[in-house]
């Protein structure tokens, strides 16, 4: 077959330049791969790709390779159908955590390869899944890339694609030609992409900006999650009432402690009314004045500040008074109609999935009545058969929202129901629990108040995370003599917080009773 | 063929003489067969090969012009039996599917057709699923050729040896009637890369001819004592016959010096990455110069002893380069040299791994080895092999362990299997953890999180078959999930049918989501879609009560949650003996989203009222525990953080990618999660009536809300 191969002569120093593709299922990594392959024979280069797509199309990630180089005199160069670590040029990586998967597979190394990838994140199922924050932190890409990668390109491209109205194989490619890593000019890139099938203009005009973007070079910032908007507490609102409670925080609270509180009455003025939150600056006084007692200044009131956060908390509990509000608000209307970035003639209309049980519709009753309610057996389960199903509530008809309209505004009712009697007994244990820790260990009273962070949901969730709060409270007695009482509760949290049915929470508790 | 238009590709196939093809290896081999005259084409679809069955599919009539018949056979043993036409008549066909699980289907087939042997050429195109990015056990079809003694042509990955491979392969089977297997790699067959085709030929031996003018003869037909000839005939005449071919029309070849102490023997396949790993010792070029010595064997099977006498005389070891185990091709060398008398060492694993993928580092490491032990001059300088292990080393890479999240394959956006597998979650809260036997398919996806549902998977369609053991007096019934791409390839006869012959009292869901989806979106029997070609609309329910089940329950649209898992509670808790059948219906989402998208944007262009559904949460009244993502698993399902700073858990939230599927919806009702979901309509061209409905509750409702506004005393921001 191949006799010319059988002599041996000099060895042609010629070497391909080698690109890898990591992308997900669905991301277009194939439609780039084409691209690159056919921007190489259009240069007269050879070029030749593959892939694993296999059962990975469906969402999983894919690596796609691509060899391509001039040949000597019409020879035919043998490519590479796998990248070998270590030997790679460009790597494009079509995510944030893909980025740092090419890097852990060693295909990135910094004496060769170039890494383009775009930094927003498309969050895995391990990490979206977890009861609290399973999110990766994406620094650890970066400081990775840092070390790893002879140079990189990497900012949101899925964002400039999104503004452009294409795909993020666009942008990638714009970057690829803003790198100017291949010796190809950004007009043969462009080229490629004109002589595609659909969408030529809204991808030309997301690789453009790409390629723009991209000569500028280095790694954009990244962060998990945007900085905590903590407002600085303003002199005045122009409402009396408002003001008061300003004047308030401004006066009988320490400044560190000042944009919480400010958060807080913020949230709780919108929850019930200003009496509400004087009521809430109350409580977190009782709070600062033990706090004070016992050394908070040195703390920087820690204690005071997690009382500011979780107190508000708790008592902006989600009640069926503040879903149906929150559910039938004008800015809630204009937020979704910008959302859905409606066209002037559209018309926009919302369902909402509800499934009131009788325990939410009875709990928002008059506390007597609603107890006599809960004794009396067969009057609940029979209020049970009849609100307890799926309800979908067309919030855009007026009989529909009228419901929900009315719901909403009973908020001067809800002082009275007994939800609220139980929030307040609930918030009250939990408050005097985590007092009475101070004198003894003020770590472990600031960690107490922070176990307020396990209590959220609706129904049978709520009633979860309830539960594992209960059994973090529970361990307190076990803890409170040990000096390092408050990173145990952390971890406790922390468990309570990986997974679905508190088995690692289990595992926690276990040891600590161990100990 | 479903939802994808193969129409490009189909006009690659019509290249002539002279012209040049460039485009994926599958590819050109499905040119390759036109250009050889082949007659007739089966096959079962699946990666790495699908493409080849998907791109026929749609050339109806380009093969009509030709006169070759095209089939979706219904399974791999159906495309093997295909292959008896070549056995009477001089008409070339071939087969393809995914290996080794096709090959194992096919295997019964396979053994009658190599025992009476073939008169026209029969060609079986082994997509040969192994190492990274396939989704089967790890095997090698090498073991099928040996023992029915079917000749194996593994070509090297580039396009124009494996056309040759496919034209050379056909006359190989009909000079030594024998049926010829064609090895191809996952990567082979995604390779992009180019030759020049050559004119396409219609078959010689028409198939109408053979049916009118039939031949019979049998000493073809596998009884005895024909049979026990065969066995004569195979060594006697065939195998001869195949060696001869080989020789001279040197299919195997020779790389690098003649003369050498050492020298590698390789599978074609791997040649590419063997000249990568000399190229990186310096021991070869870019352009296939090598400075040892290389067999390569494109026929992997039979092996020609001539040749590896010549090869192996006067070196004093050989390595074998041969993927995955067992080490056949090791073992008959060993034999073939023993016999010969000659002391060659033959080595292969050790060097090189027993087990997985020979990629270009491992191939790089195990062929120094064996230079460093056995001709260690030709190693020169030693240059420094690409090597990334410094920068895994770092302390900084290594943290990106703990980071990068596993991101194995799920369920796509709106995939109608996501509230089965919601429904089966829900249920196993209530009647608690039950024996679940998986099948092939997407639907094998529930056993990875956020679902974590089924305990074994046995082969296609054997779902059900797989839990006949779970047959007894229990507190619990056995769950078998099995596809409609499973049911019809084997699953009515050998899980239902055994079912219900054996009274196994248990419980079957049958997901139907009327393509082959797992394996590109094809039709097959109970698809929806009229088909010219072929025969759809063939319900699953009428087929399951065909064959004798009493208790049938048919789901008409998966995302009804409720309905499910209420099906599924009965199923599971009803008296009734004997299997109970769940057919849950609703279509591939991918396909659909094929399908409907076009239609949507053309009829929103054209003016007509079309209403298009997204799903959102409501973030300040989620609370973040993500208890619907554990139900879903969505990509278009996720979750954001947010900058409140008395939030501390990163919120639900659903992206534009929303099909609007309404699992969420149907997910929160029937578990009852919260009322953070909800469901937009978005109307385009609304008619008078919308319109004028639309401005009168905007106008009332819009006063209520400023009504409340203006009352309520806020801090705004």
New interface residues.
């Given amino acids: 077959?191949?006799e010319i191969?059988?002599?041996?002569?000099a060895?042609?120093?010629?070497?391909?330049i080698g690109v890898a593709v990591l992308a997900?299922?669905?991301q277009g990594g194939g439609v780039l791969?084409?691209w690159i392959?056919a921007l190489a024979?259009n240069q007269g280069w050879h070029?030749?790709?593959?892939?694993?797509?296999?059962?990975?199309?469906?969402?999983?990630?894919?690596?796609y390779y691509i060899e391509m180089?001039k040949?000597?005199d019409g020879?035919?160069?043998?490519?590479?159908?796998?990248p070998?670590?270590?030997?790679v040029d460009v790597v494009v990586a079509a995510e944030w955590?893909?980025a740092?998967?090419s890097?852990?597979r060693?295909?990135?190394?910094?004496d060769k390869t170039v890494l383009i990838a775009s930094t927003h994140r498309?969050?895995?199922?391990?990490?979206?899944?977890?009861?609290?924050?399973g999110?990766?932190?994406p620094m650890?890409?970066t400081?990775?890339a840092?070390?790893?990668a002879k140079s990189t390109i990497a900012f949101d491209m899925q964002s400039i694609a999104?503004q452009n109205g294409s795909v993020i194989s666009a942008a990638l490619f714009g970057a690829l030609a803003g790198s100017q890593v291949l010796p190809f000019p950004a007009e043969a890139f462009a080229a490629v992409i004109r002589s595609g099938g659909k969408g030529i203009e809204p991808s030309l005009k997301t690789f453009e900006a790409a390629r723009i973007r991209a000569t500028q070079g280095g790694i954009a910032p990244v962060a998990?999650?945007?900085?905590?908007?903590?407002d600085a507490l303003p002199t005045s609102?122009g409402?009396p009432?408002?003001d008061r409670l300003l004047a308030r925080i401004r006066s009988e609270f320490p400044a560190p402690a000042q944009?919480?509180l400010y958060?807080?009455?913020?949230?709780l003025?919108?929850f019930q009314?200003?009496a509400y939150a004087d009521e809430y600056l109350n409580r977190v006084a009782r709070v600062l004045a033990s706090d004070r007692e016992h050394g908070g200044e040195l703390h920087t009131y820690a204690l005071t500040q997690a009382a500011a956060?979780y107190v508000?908390?708790a008592m902006a509990y989600?009640d069926i008074i503040r879903?149906a509000d929150?559910?039938?608000?004008?800015?809630?209307?204009d937020r979704?109609k910008k959302?859905?970035d409606?066209?002037d003639?559209?018309?926009?209309?919302?369902?909402?999935?509800?499934?009131p049980?009788a325990e939410e519709i009875v709990s928002t009753l008059p506390r007597g009545l609603a107890l006599w309610i809960e004794r009396n057996k067969t009057l609940f389960d029979g209020i049970d058969r009849i609100v307890n199903r799926?309800r979908?509530v067309r919030?855009?008809?007026?009989r529909a929202?009228?419901t929900l309209?009315i719901i909403?505004?009973m908020r001067g009712w809800r002082r009275g129901t007994l939800r609220h009697a139980r929030e307040r007994e609930h918030l009250q244990h939990w408050l005097d629990a985590a007092m009475g820790q101070v004198t003894t260990n003020y770590e472990l009273a600031v960690e107490v108040l922070n176990a307020r962070?396990l209590v959220?949901?609706?129904?049978?969730?709520h009633a979860r995370?309830l539960s594992k709060f209960d059994r973090v409270m529970d361990a307190i007695p076990a803890l409170a003599n040990r000096p390092d009482a408050a990173s145990w509760m952390r971890r406790l949290i922390a468990a309570a917080?990986q997974d679905?049915n508190g088995t690692a929470l289990d595992g926690a508790v276990k040891t600590i009773a161990s100990l | 063929m479903a939802e994808r238009s193969f129409a490009r590709e189909v006009e690659d196939l019509k290249l002539g003489t002279g012209q040049e093809f460039?485009g994926e290896g599958i590819l050109a081999i499905t040119k390759a067969l036109l250009q050889s005259g082949v007659g007739y084409v089966g096959g079962y679809q699946g990666?790495?090969i699908s493409h080849l069955m998907d791109v026929l599919a749609d050339a109806k009539p380009l093969l009509d012009e030709l006169g070759v018949h095209f089939e979706s056979s219904a399974s791999e043993a159906a495309a093997g039996a295909m292959l008896a036409a070549s056995v009477m008549y001089p008409i070339r066909g071939a087969v393809t599917w995914k290996s080794t699980v096709g090959t194992n289907v096919a295997a019964d087939a396979l053994a009658n057709l190599a025992s009476g042997g073939v008169m026209g050429g029969a060609l079986i195109i082994i997509g040969e699923?192994y190492?990274?990015?396939?989704?089967i056990m790890q095997e090698r079809s090498h073991a099928f050729a040996m023992k029915s003694q079917m000749w194996l042509l593994d070509p090297r990955?580039?396009l124009e040896s494996i056309v040759?491979a496919v034209e050379d392969g056909f006359e190989l089977s009909e000079v030594s009637n024998t049926p010829v297997m064609l090895e191809v790699r996952?990567?082979?067959c995604?390779?992009?890369?180019h030759f020049i085709a050559k004119d396409n030929k219609p078959p010689t031996f028409p198939l109408a001819q053979a049916l009118e003018m039939p031949q019979r003869d049998t000493n073809r037909i596998v009884l005895p004592p024909a049979s026990f000839l065969h066995e004569q005939e195979k060594i006697q005449k065939r195998w001869p016959a195949a060696i001869d071919f080989i020789k001279s029309r040197?299919?195997n070849?020779?790389?690098?010096?003649?003369q050498g102490q050492v020298g590698l023997i390789i599978q074609g396949g791997m040649?590419?990455?063997v000249?990568?790993a000399l190229?990186?010792m310096?021991l070869?070029?870019?352009?296939?110069?090598?400075?040892v010595p290389i067999y390569c064997l494109?026929v992997t099977y039979p092996l020609i002893d001539d040749e590896i006498v010549k090869f192996c005389t006067g070196k004093s070891a050989v390595l074998v380069i041969e993927e995955g185990q067992p080490e056949y091709i090791e073992q008959a060398l060993n034999t073939i040299l023993h016999r010969h008398d000659i002391n060659t060492r033959v080595i292969g694993k050790g060097p090189l791994p027993m087990a997985g993928e020979y990629?270009?580092?491992v191939l790089a490491k195990g062929i120094s080895a064996f230079l460093e032990a056995n001709d260690p001059a030709l190693l020169g300088n030693r240059p420094p092999?690409?090597?990334?292990?410094p920068?895994?080393q770092?302390p900084?890479?290594k943290?990106?362990?703990?980071?990068?999240?596993?991101?194995?394959?799920?369920?796509?956006?709106g995939c109608p299997e996501r509230p089965i597998f919601a429904a089966m979650k829900l249920v196993e809260q209530e009647l608690g953890p039950h024996h679940v036997a998986a099948d092939i398919g997407?639907h094998l996806?529930s056993i990875?999180?956020?679902f974590n549902i089924g305990a074994t998977t046995m082969g296609y369609g054997l779902g059900p078959a797989s839990a006949s053991a779970f047959n007894v007096p229990a507190g619990k019934r056995a769950i078998s999930v099995m596809g409609d791409g499973g049911f019809w390839h084997n699953g009515l006869t050998s899980s239902v049918g055994n079912a219900v012959f054996n009274k196994q009292d248990g419980v079957i869901l049958i997901v139907d989501n009327y393509y082959a989806s797992?394996t590109g979106g094809q039709d097959i029997l109970s698809s929806r879609a009229g088909n010219e070609s072929r025969s759809t609309n063939n319900t699953i329910v009428n087929a399951v009560k065909g064959i004798g089940v009493q208790w049938v329950r048919q789901i008409d649209r998966t995302y009804d949650v409720?309905k499910m898992r209420d099906t599924l509670r009965e199923a599971l808790t009803t008296p009734e003996q004997g299997p109970k059948v769940i057919v849950a219906s609703s279509e591939c989402m991918l396909n659909k989203q094929r399908r409907v998208k076009p239609l949507f944007n053309k009829a929103k262009r054209d003016g007509v009222r079309v209403v298009k559904e997204?799903f959102?949460v409501?973030e300040?009244?989620c609370?973040?525990?993500?208890?619907c993502?554990?139900l879903s698993?969505c990509?278009s399902?996720?979750?954001k953080?947010?900058?409140?700073?008395?939030r501390?858990?990163?919120v639900a939230a659903i992206d534009?990618s929303c099909v609007g599927c309404g699992n969420?919806?149907?997910v929160?009702?029937?578990?009852?999660?919260?009322?953070s979901?909800?469901?937009?309509?978005?109307?385009?061209?609304?008619t008078w009536i919308?319109?004028a409905m639309?401005r009168?509750?905007s106008a009332?409702?819009?006063f209520?809300?400023?009504r409340?506004?203006a009352g309520r005393?806020?801090?705004?921001d």
Avoid: W
């Fill in positions: 077959m191949n191969a059988r002599t041996t002569g060895f042609a120093v010629d070497r391909p997900m299922g669905g791969t084409d392959v024979e070029a030749q790709s593959t892939s694993v797509p296999g059962v990975a199309q469906r969402t999983g990630a894919t690596i180089m040949a000597k020879k035919e160069p043998i490519l590479s159908l796998m070998s670590p270590g030997d955590m893909e740092g998967r890097v852990l060693g295909l990135v190394t910094p498309s969050y895995a199922v391990g990490e979206k899944e977890k009861p609290g924050d999110v990766g932190d650890a890409v400081d990775a840092g070390v790893a999104d998990k999650a945007p900085a905590k908007k903590l609102v409402h009432k408002l944009s919480l958060a807080g009455i913020k949230r003025v919108d009314d200003v956060k508000a908390v989600d879903v929150l559910k039938t608000r004008g800015t809630r209307f979704i959302q859905m409606m066209e003639d559209q018309i926009l209309y919302m369902t909402e999935f509800m499934h049980r799926a979908r919030t855009g008809t007026i929202f009228l309209y909403g505004g962070r959220k949901g609706y129904s049978d969730t995370g917080l679905e | 460039r990666s790495p699923d190492g990274e990015g396939s989704s990955p580039n040759k996952i990567r082979s995604h390779v992009h890369g040197k299919l070849e020779f790389f690098g010096p003649e040649y590419n990455g000249m990568r190229q990186h310096h070869a070029d870019i352009y296939g110069t090598s400075s494109n990629i270009a580092p092999l690409p090597d990334p292990t920068v895994l770092d900084k890479v943290a990106l362990a703990q980071v990068v999240p596993p991101r194995p394959p799920g369920f796509c956006t997407c996806f990875l999180p956020p797992a409720a997204r959102g409501d300040d009244v609370t973040g525990d993500h208890a993502i554990r698993g990509p399902l996720s979750v953080h947010l900058d409140d700073p008395l501390d858990d990163p534009e969420c919806g149907e929160s009702e029937a578990a009852v999660l919260c009322p979901f909800y469901r937009a309509d978005v109307i385009s061209n609304p919308d319109r639309g009168l509750r009332v409702i819009g209520l809300q400023n409340r506004a005393i806020v801090f705004t």
